[in-house]
């Protein structure tokens, strides 16, 4: 069966309303996608959009559904198999930075993981503490504390990717022409009129991540690349290309992710004051904080794309092969048969803390977790350490002004003034 739209009203919002507005991704859903996950949670926990790009779409909402369609072998990533979904995006830019394990699937998808996974020990991660706390404090020193500062500029923005760098080993000059090249990208990336600057920087990005490579393997050291480059999966060890992908989606993935997530933790905080207010009275808190943080206004809104490898029945509906799978972690994280009340952000939660989706679930669960709860940890203590008294500079309606971009792949704030 599918479950196809049909009218109905929840809070005064049909169900074929909420179909429209998740496939038209229409501003008033990119404000507040959350009312119109409600009505699809309730009524069409798995749905039929209008095709994307002639191609078959589903959106799915609820908890126990995404949970199972993340961990379902049926539904693959790998976007050159089966529909060639890819090119319809993107044509033939980024081809092979794109070729990485988020977009890819077993055997391939397990051996890329294995090698990263492998690299990206706890001590990597704990090494990097000193480096972020300095950064964080050098980037909260420049604030001015008599005017109002954007907080994504100042300091959401620039520390996650500096963050990575320092993981890979950029440094220096070389890190400011990689930040510059890489938001050529990312900027250009859905821009029809940007194809030339992002085919150049694209080009300068894959000959400087061969070149890094290149250096490391002539002199090897006991940091996150060399490993990376000498581990091995079953005696094979990561070819030149499959590094360069790597290098870049962990800059790709890891950054915007966490410069959002910031945001919206202290988005959250500075609104709900008496959460703030038992997080600054007990900091053991923090931990849980962060995990509801996360599970109330994750970063990553839907999952990336995914596609039926052959018929798949997920909570009594029927996806056929070739359909595109969208699962909305955001929505899945707001089902009350999982999480009571869950519209109430309660930093006390005890139980369920790290059943979220916020970091994914399944084969391609976020990589980069343990660091990205690191840089919460590191990013909040220190803004509630020496910006106790901070507040909104807007009234919340105006400072919560969300992303509009053309996919509800991220959920954050162009501006967070305070
Ligand atoms: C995958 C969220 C930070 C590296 C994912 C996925 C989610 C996610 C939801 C799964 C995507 C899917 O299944 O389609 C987040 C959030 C972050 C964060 C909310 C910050 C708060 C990071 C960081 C890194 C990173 C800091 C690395 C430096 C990755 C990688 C994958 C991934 C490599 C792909 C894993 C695979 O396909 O096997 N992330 N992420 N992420 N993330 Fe993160």
Known sequence: MTTEPTAAVNDGLGLDEAVKAATLSTPEYRQCPHPYYKVLREQAPVVRLTPRHGVDTYLITRYEEAHAALADPRIGKDMHEGIDLYHALFGDACETLDDNLLFADPPRHTRLRHIAKTAFTPRHVKDLRPHIEE???ELLDRCPTDEPVDLMKAFALPLPVMVIC????IVGV????VLKWFSVVTRSRFSKDMKDDLVEAEHWLRDYFTEHIRCTRANPTDDFLTVLVQTRHEEEALTDDELVSMIWVLLFAGHKTTTLQIGNSVFNLLTHPEQLR???EDRELMPQAIEELLRYEGSVETSTFRYALEDV???GTVIPQGAIVQIALTGANRDPEKFPA???LDITREHLQREHLGFGFGPHFCLGAPLARLELEICLTALLDRFPDMVLALPDSDAGDWLKGPFPAFRGLEKLPV
């Open 166 to 169: 320092e993981l890979l080993g």
């Open 278 to 280: 038992a997080l600054q």
């Open 313 to 315: 029945e997920i909570g």
């Open 135 to 137: 950064l964080a404090n």
């Open 174 to 177: 070389e890190r400011t022409e």
């Open 342 to 344: 869950p519209d109430t």
